[in-house]
C-alpha cells in the first residue's frame, strides 16, 4: 500500500476531518471504517482493479470519479485547529509507477494545500461524466467575404474561430485572443492576415518565437502560395532577398528577425506598407529571453501612426487583461477545447545522488509512457537537454523490448537505428533525423516522440499523452508558459483523441511549488530592464529617439512602465552605458538640449543584434590582453575570451561524461593528431589554453572552437562524432560564435578593437561558419570572396562548391588576376568587376623605418600598432603614410582594412592573407 491507512484516512493525527479530497492509485488501500463525521471526494483510476474499493465507498455514499492514468496519490484534508481556525494539510506519497522500495511521504500546509485542493478540484471537475465542450461550427462564408474561403483550410469555423473571427473581420484596432492550445488560433491569424492583405490591399507579418515555427507555418500556408499570394519565410537560417521581401504580401518571421528587418534602412518603405502584425504566443512577453526584443517591438508599434494592426494569440494568461490594456487592444477570451485536458505532477523522491534522482526521472518517464502506449495512445516526452534526450529515448526503447545492451547515447547512428526499430523518435536542434521523426510521428509509425522544448511552442504534433521529464531547461528552470505549451501538446484533434493527459514529473520539494504555479497560471511580467540598452540603442538606430524626453517617452510606452517600473534612472543609465562604451555619442546643442547619435559602431552592433553589455565586455577584456606573438597565441586568447564572456558558449550545457574529453582536446589546444601533455609545460606553444584541474564554465566552447581552428578536416560532411563529442553538442556552439566573432570581424576599418583581434575574428568567424568546407587558417579571406560572390541570399548554398572550385585550381586567396567571371557566381558582370577592384589585392604595405607606407583600393584605411597602442589613418586617394605609434618594436605590425571587410597585414598577421595547401592537412 502507497500509504500507511491511518495517514490515508486520518492524515491530520487523529483528528477527524471536515472534509476530505483523496486520490487514491493504491487498489488495497480500503480503510477498516470510512469516518462518517467527514465529506469525502476520491479519485481513482479507471482500472477494473479498483473495482471492490469503489463499491465500497458507493456503498458509504462517498462520491467517486475515476480518472484514467491517475499517478497521483495524495489526501488533503480540511479540519479545525485548538483554536477553531480551518486549516488544510496535504500528504502526498511518492508515485508507486516505477518506484523501487517504500513510499516516501511529504507533508505540506498553508498555501501549497490551497493549491493542492485547487488542482484535485480542476481535476474533479474534468472527469464528470459530461465530454468535453461541445460546440457549434459555422460555415466561413457566413462570417468572411466569400473571396476568403480558398485560403482557408477549412470550409466551416470550430466554436472558439467562430468566437474570435468576427472580431478579427469588423472590430479595427489592436486585437487580443486568448485561447487553449489547440483550440486552432492558427486559423484566427490567417483570417487577420486576409483581412489586411485581400481586404486592404496591404501587407501583414506574422511573428513566432522559433525557427521551426517559420518552417511549420510556411507549410501550412504553402496553398496561399498557389492561390497568388506572395509570402516569404524571414529566421536566422534564410539570408533576406531585398527585392522579395519587399514584394511579398505575408512575412513569416520569427521575432528577432523581424526586429532585424526593422533595423535595416533599405526596407523602411517595405516595412511601412504593413497593415497587420499577428504575433503568435504573445505571451512570450514574460520569457525571459524572447521577452525583451517583443516588447521592444510591440512598444514602437501599438502606438505607430500608421495604423499599423496588432493581433496577439495567447495560450490562458492569469493577467492577460493587463497585457491587452496596455497594448490598447480589444480582449477576446475563449474557454472552447475540442478535447478535454488534465494535468499531473507524479513525485519522485529527491536524492542527494544527481544521477540516481535523474535515473530516476527517466524510469517514471519511460513507465508512464509504457502504459499509455500499452492502450494504444501516442506520446511526446519532452527533456531539458539533447543529451537527456537521447538516453531517456534508449531507455524507453529498451523497455519497448529492443536490444540497447553495447549502444551509447552518443553513438548516433545506432541510436537512431535502435529506437526508429522500437517505435521511438528524437526531436531536436542538430539531431538529422528530426524531419523523419516529425512525419513518422504524425503517421503514427512511431508512437513515442522523444523532444526538447523546440516541438512545445508550436510544431503540430499532437499525442494523447505528454510527459515533461524536467523542470530545467539546461541551467534554468523551466518556465510555466514552457510547460503550458508542452501540456496543450496533449488531446490534440490532430491526434484522434478527445482527451489528452499531460504528467511533469517533479521531486518532493518542486511539487508543492509547481501546482501553486500551474494553478495560479502563467503571469507575464516584462523582462525588458535586463537588456535595456539594447533596445534603447535599437530605438536610436532607428532614428526614434534622439533626446532624453523622447527616450524617457519610448519608455513610458513599455510593458515594464505599464507594470509599475516608474523609477527614469535604469532608462539613464542605459544611455550613459551607451555613450560611454562608444555606441552613442552625445552632443549640446545652441538649445541646450543633449542629443544622442549612433557611432559606426552602434549601427554595427544593433544590426548584428549583439549585445551592447557583452559587447562591451569583449572588447575591455581583448584591449586588456596582450599583443600575441603569433597566430596559435592569438586564437587562444580570442577563443578564451569568448567562451568565457558569450552567455551561450560560456554556459553550453554538457554532461557529466564529455567533460573528460573536452579536457583532453583542451589539453592538445584542439589538435586531434597530438597526445596531451600529462605535464604541460609553461609557455609551451602547443600546450593548454589554461591549466585545468575541473572543467570550468566555457571549456565546452573552448575545446569545439580550438578544435575547428586546429583539426579543420576533422569536421567533414559526414562527422557525427569529432573528437569524441557528438556534434549536436557542440551544435550552439558553433552557432552562436560566428556572430560575435563577425561583429569583432568588422570592426577593423571602425578602430574600435586592436586590429590583431579583428583579423584573427574575421577569419576563425568564417572557418567556423563554413566549417564543412573543412578551410585552415588563413581561409578567411577566400571564404569573403566567395561570399561576396554567392551573394548573402545563396552563401548557404553557394559558398560550398565556389570554395572547393577555388581550391581545385590552387586558389588560396581572392587574388587571382583573372578578370572572367567564375561559373556559379551570382553577381552580375558590373558587380563581379567593382567585388574585384574592391579587394585587398592591390593594397602595398612597405615599412620605411618608423614609417608605414600603403597603397589600396579607395574607402581603405592603414592601422599601425605598437603593443596595444594603435591608430588608424583614411587612404586618401588611394594612399596613406602613417608612423608606428611608440611601443615595443617586436610587438609593432601594420595592416590595411577594405571597406567591403577584406585586408592585408605584415608580421605574423600575414598568416592571414591567405594559406598554403601543405597546411591543409591535420
Known amino acids: 500500500m502507497s500509504l500507511p491507512a491511518d495517514e490515508l484516512w486520518r492524515p491530520v493525527g487523529g483528528t477527524i476531518p471536515r472534509r476530505q479530497w483523496m486520490k487514491i492509485t493504491d487498489p488495497d488501500a480500503l480503510p477498516a471504517e470510512v469516518p462518517g463525521d467527514t465529506e469525502?471526494?476520491?479519485?481513482?483510476?479507471?482500472?477494473?482493479?479498483?473495482?471492490?474499493?469503489?463499491?465500497?465507498?458507493?456503498?458509504?455514499?462517498?462520491?467517486?470519479?475515476?480518472?484514467?492514468?491517475?499517478?497521483?496519490?495524495?489526501?488533503?484534508?480540511?479540519?479545525?485547529?485548538?483554536?477553531?481556525?480551518d486549516r488544510l494539510t496535504v500528504i502526498s506519497a511518492e508515485c508507486d509507477l516505477g518506484r523501487v522500495g517504500p513510499a516516501r511521504l511529504v507533508r505540506t500546509d498553508?498555501?501549497?494545500?490551497?493549491?493542492?485542493?485547487?488542482?484535485?478540484?480542476?481535476?474533479?471537475?474534468?472527469?464528470?461524466?459530461?465530454?468535453?465542450?461541445?460546440?457549434?461550427?459555422?460555415?466561413?462564408?457566413?462570417?468572411?467575404?466569400?473571396e476568403w474561403a480558398r485560403f482557408l483550410p477549412f470550409p466551416t469555423f470550430n466554436p472558439a474561430q467562430a468566437e474570435a473571427v468576427p472580431h478579427v473581420v469588423d472590430h479595427d484596432g489592436h486585437l487580443m485572443v486568448v485561447a487553449p492550445t489547440g483550440s486552432g488560433k492558427t486559423v484566427i491569424g490567417m483570417a487577420a492576415a486576409l483581412r489586411a492583405i485581400l481586404g486592404q490591399g496591404r501587407k501583414a507579418a506574422w511573428l513566432v518565437p522559433q525557427r521551426s515555427?517559420?518552417?511549420?507555418?510556411?507549410q501550412e500556408l504553402q496553398g496561399w502560395r498557389g492561390h497568388g499570394l506572395r509570402v516569404e519565410r524571414l529566421s536566422g537560417e534564410?539570408?533576406?532577398?531585398?527585392?522579395?521581401?519587399?514584394?511579398?504580401?505575408?512575412?513569416?518571421?520569427?521575432?528577432?528577425?523581424?526586429?532585424?528587418?526593422?533595423?535595416?534602412?533599405?526596407?523602411?518603405?517595405?516595412?511601412?506598407?504593413?497593415?497587420?502584425?499577428?504575433?503568435?504566443?504573445?505571451?512570450?512577453?514574460?520569457?525571459?529571453?524572447?521577452?525583451?526584443?517583443?516588447?521592444?517591438?510591440?512598444?514602437?508599434?501599438?502606438?505607430?501612426?500608421?495604423?499599423?494592426?496588432?493581433?496577439?494569440?495567447?495560450?490562458?494568461?492569469?493577467?492577460?487583461?493587463?497585457?491587452?490594456?496596455?497594448?490598447?487592444?480589444?480582449?477576446?477570451?475563449?474557454g472552447w477545447r475540442p478535447s478535454r485536458l488534465t494535468w499531473q505532477l507524479p513525485m519522485i523522491p529527491i536524492s542527494g545522488d544527481w544521477a540516481a534522482t535523474d535515473a530516476t526521472r527517466t524510469r517514471l518517464a519511460a513507465s508512464i509512457t509504457d502504459r499509455v502506449t500499452a492502450d494504444g495512445g501516442s506520446v511526446l516526452v519532452f527533456c531539458g537537454s539533447k543529451r537527456s534526450v537521447r538516453?531517456?529515448?534508449?531507455?524507453?526503447?529498451?523497455?519497448?523490448?529492443?536490444?540497447?545492451?553495447?549502444?551509447?547515447?552518443?553513438?548516433?547512428?545506432?541510436?537512431?537505428?535502435?529506437?526508429?526499430?522500437?517505435?521511438?523518435?528524437?526531436?531536436?536542434?542538430?539531431?538529422?533525423?528530426?524531419?523523419?521523426?516529425?512525419?513518422?510521428?504524425?503517421?503514427?509509425?512511431?508512437?513515442?516522440?522523444?523532444?526538447?522544448?523546440?516541438?512545445a511552442a508550436g510544431v503540430n504534433l499532437p499525442a494523447r499523452a505528454v510527459v515533461v521529464r524536467d523542470t530545467q531547461v539546461g541551467f534554468d528552470e523551466i518556465d510555466v508558459a514552457t510547460v503550458q505549451q508542452m501540456f496543450g501538446r496533449a488531446g490534440r484533434v490532430g491526434a484522434g483523441e478527445d482527451q489528452g493527459w499531460a504528467f511533469l514529473v517533479v521531486d518532493e520539494t518542486e511539487r508543492p511549488r509547481w501546482q501553486g504555479r500551474l494553478v495560479a497560471g502563467n503571469t507575464v511580467s516584462s523582462q525588458i530592464q535586463s537588456s535595456l540598452p539594447d533596445h534603447v540603442l535599437a530605438e536610436a538606430v532607428q532614428q526614434r529617439l534622439s533626446t532624453v524626453e523622447e527616450a524617457e517617452a519610448w519608455w513610458v510606452g513599455t510593458l515594464a512602465h505599464h507594470q509599475g517600473s516608474r523609477s527614469l534612472a535604469p532608462l539613464r543609465q542605459a544611455l550613459s552605458f551607451l555613450v560611454d562604451g562608444d555606441f552613442l555619442t552625445a552632443t549640446t546643442g545652441s538649445d541646450g538640449v543633449e542629443r544622442f547619435t549612433p557611432t559606426e559602431l552602434g549601427v554595427l552592433?544593433?544590426?548584428?543584434?549583439?549585445?551592447?553589455?557583452?559587447?562591451?565586455?569583449?572588447?575591455?577584456?581583448?584591449?586588456?590582453?596582450?599583443?600575441?606573438?603569433?597566430?596559435?597565441?592569438?586564437?587562444?586568447?580570442?577563443?578564451?575570451?569568448?567562451?568565457?564572456?558569450?552567455?551561450?558558449?560560456?554556459?553550453?550545457?554538457?554532461?557529466?561524461?564529455?567533460?573528460?574529453?573536452?579536457?583532453?582536446?583542451?589539453?592538445?589546444?584542439?589538435?586531434?593528431?597530438?597526445?596531451?601533455?600529462?605535464?604541460?609545460?609553461?609557455?609551451?606553444?602547443?600546450?593548454?589554453?589554461?591549466?585545468?584541474?575541473?572543467?570550468?564554465?566555457?571549456?565546452?566552447?573552448?575545446?569545439?572552437?580550438?578544435?575547428?581552428?586546429?583539426?579543420?578536416?576533422?569536421?567533414?560532411?559526414?562527422?557525427?562524432?569529432?573528437?569524441?563529442?557528438?556534434?549536436?553538442?557542440?551544435?550552439?556552439?558553433?552557432?552562436?560564435?560566428?556572430?560575435?566573432?563577425?561583429?569583432?570581424?568588422t570592426q577593423g576599418q571602425l578602430g574600435t578593437v586592436h586590429p590583431w583581434v579583428a583579423i584573427v575574428a574575421a577569419d576563425l568567424g568564417r572557418r567556423v561558419r563554413w566549417r564543412r568546407c573543412q578551410p585552415s587558417r588563413g581561409a578567411g579571406r577566400l571564404l569573403w570572396m566567395v561570399e561576396q560572390m554567392a551573394t548573402p541570399v545563396h552563401a548557404a548554398d553557394g559558398v560550398p562548391p565556389l570554395f572547393r572550385a577555388a581550391t581545385a585550381r590552387g586558389l588560396t586567396s581572392p587574388d587571382w588576376t583573372s578578370?572572367?567571371?567564375?561559373?556559379?557566381?551570382?553577381?552580375?558582370?558590373?558587380?563581379?568587376?567593382?567585388?574585384?577592384?574592391?579587394?585587398?589585392?592591390?593594397?602595398?604595405?612597405?615599412?620605411?623605418?618608423?614609417?608605414?607606407?600603403?597603397?589600396?583600393?579607395?574607402?581603405?584605411?592603414?592601422?599601425?600598432?605598437?603593443?596595444?597602442?594603435?591608430?588608424?589613418?583614411?587612404?586618401?586617394?588611394?594612399?596613406?603614410?602613417?608612423?608606428?605609434?611608440?611601443?615595443?618594436?617586436?610587438?609593432?605590425g601594420a595592416a590595411v582594412f577594405t571597406w567591403r571587410g577584406d585586408y592585408r597585414a605584415l608580421g605574423w598577421l600575414a598568416d592571414y592573407d591567405g594559406f598554403a595547401p601543405e597546411a591543409d592537412a591535420d
Not at 60 to 71: G, T
Open 40 to 85: 469525502f471526494r476520491v479519485l481513482l483510476p479507471a482500472d477494473d482493479r479498483f473495482t471492490v474499493l469503489r463499491e465500497k465507498l458507493a456503498a458509504s455514499s462517498i462520491p467517486v470519479r475515476q480518472v484514467p492514468y491517475l499517478l497521483e496519490q495524495e489526501t488533503i484534508a480540511e479540519y479545525q485547529d485548538a483554536r477553531g481556525r
Open 110 to 146: 498553508g498555501r501549497s494545500a490551497e493549491a493542492a485542493r485547487e488542482a484535485f478540484d480542476l481535476l474533479w471537475h474534468a472527469h464528470a461524466d459530461t465530454g468535453p465542450a461541445a460546440g457549434t461550427t459555422v460555415p466561413v462564408a457566413e462570417l468572411t467575404p466569400p
Open 213 to 218: 515555427l517559420t518552417d511549420e507555418l510556411d
Open 238 to 334: 534564410y539570408s533576406v532577398d531585398v527585392g522579395r521581401v519587399r514584394d511579398a504580401d505575408l512575412w513569416v518571421a520569427t521575432t528577432e528577425k523581424f526586429e532585424a528587418i526593422c533595423r535595416t534602412s533599405s526596407l523602411r518603405e517595405a516595412l511601412d506598407e504593413v497593415g497587420c502584425v499577428i504575433v503568435d504566443e504573445i505571451h512570450l512577453l514574460g520569457d525571459q529571453t524572447r521577452g525583451p526584443v517583443l516588447e521592444a517591438l510591440l512598444a514602437r508599434m501599438r502606438g505607430d501612426a500608421t495604423a499599423l494592426r496588432l493581433v496577439g494569440l495567447s495560450a490562458t494568461v492569469s493577467n492577460a487583461d493587463q497585457v491587452a490594456t496596455w497594448l490598447g487592444a480589444r480582449l477576446v477570451r475563449i
Open 391 to 455: 538516453r531517456t529515448a534508449l531507455i524507453i526503447a529498451a523497455s519497448r523490448g529492443a536490444r540497447t545492451d553495447g549502444v551509447h547515447p552518443d553513438d548516433l547512428e545506432r541510436l537512431h537505428e535502435v529506437c526508429l526499430g522500437a517505435g521511438v523518435g528524437l526531436h531536436y536542434k542538430g539531431w538529422d533525423h528530426r524531419r523523419e521523426a516529425e512525419r513518422g510521428f504524425r503517421s503514427r509509425e512511431l508512437s513515442v516522440l522523444v523532444a526538447t522544448s523546440t516541438v
Open 605 to 745: 552592433t544593433a544590426r548584428l543584434m549583439v549585445s551592447t553589455t557583452v559587447g562591451q565586455q569583449l572588447r575591455t577584456a581583448l584591449a586588456r590582453a596582450a599583443v600575441p606573438g603569433d597566430a596559435d597565441a592569438a586564437e587562444r586568447v580570442l577563443v578564451d575570451t569568448l567562451a568565457g564572456v558569450v552567455p551561450r558558449l560560456l554556459n553550453a550545457p554538457v554532461s557529466e561524461d564529455i567533460k573528460p574529453t573536452v579536457a583532453r582536446l583542451l589539453a592538445t589546444g584542439g589538435r586531434l593528431d597530438v597526445t596531451p601533455d600529462p605535464e604541460p609545460r609553461a609557455g609551451a606553444g602547443r600546450g593548454p589554453l589554461v591549466s585545468h584541474t575541473a572543467y570550468a564554465q566555457g571549456d565546452l566552447a573552448r575545446a569545439v572552437l580550438l578544435t575547428v581552428a586546429n583539426s579543420p578536416r576533422s569536421f567533414h560532411p559526414r562527422a557525427r562524432v569529432i573528437g569524441g563529442i557528438p556534434y549536436p553538442t557542440m551544435y550552439a556552439v558553433l552557432e552562436e560564435a560566428p556572430r560575435y566573432l563577425h561583429w569583432l570581424g
Open 819 to 892: 578578370s572572367g567571371m567564375p561559373r556559379n557566381c551570382r553577381l552580375d558582370e558590373a558587380d563581379y568587376a567593382a567585388l574585384l577592384r574592391d579587394r585587398a589585392t592591390r593594397v602595398q604595405v612597405e615599412e620605411l623605418g618608423d614609417l608605414v607606407r600603403a597603397t589600396g583600393p579607395t574607402g581603405c584605411v592603414l592601422a599601425t600598432w605598437a603593443g596595444r597602442a594603435f591608430h588608424l589613418t583614411p587612404l586618401h586617394r588611394g594612399e596613406a603614410e602613417s608612423h608606428y605609434p611608440e611601443g615595443p618594436v617586436r610587438h609593432r
